[in-house]
């Protein structure tokens, strides 16, 4: 297992133009994302368990960091992402009977994918499938990816925002 922590949410803030400081709170929802309610913080969880690799764990307290303070930082995109979990949500209620995180894992993919978001295009304004994968499911891969412990999983040694120095540069290609 690949255990993100603090540090990983510190660099995927700072990637995505997020300034923050340290310290032991940053795994938990800010202040700021007061507007969030304790079903979407687990809708927000539950659709990053679905789309993280199964090798990643601290997953719940990763996106506590990341996204609540992306909401605190952005009203505008805190609109979107909470109008995406309430539409899967809605979906997930309509087709399955419960919310997306009261599915079971392999409910909460099947949903995902009948509703379209695994094809859908990422739009910001767009059907509520483009919706889901622009503000949940590509914000919370890019909050991964763009992690130091995200990024070794896909082969990026130094992700956007993360110091690596020269070192790196200086092997040859299939080095460790």
Known sequence: ????????????????????????????WSEKSDSVDERQRRT???????????????????????????????????????????????????????????????????????MGVDTADPVPDGAPRERVRYYLVNELLYGLYSSPTGGTLVGIENPQGHPGGTESYRQPPGRE
């Open 44 to 114: 927000l969880r539950a659709v990053a368990e679905t789309v993280y690799p199964s090798e990643v764990d601290g997953v719940g307290s990763f996106v506590d960091g990341f996204v609540s303070r992306r909401i605190g930082a952005d009203p505008e995109r805190a609109d979107g992402i909470l109008e995406a979990v309430d539409a899967l949500d809605s979906y997930a209620r309509e087709w399955e009977g419960s919310d997306f995180a009261e599915l079971g894992p392999e409910t909460q993919d099947a949903a995902l994918r009948s």
């Open 1 to 28: 297992m690949t255990a993100l922590d603090r540090r990983d949410v510190l660099k995927a803030l700072g990637a995505a133009g997020i300034a923050v400081g340290g310290g032991a709170a940053l795994l938990e």
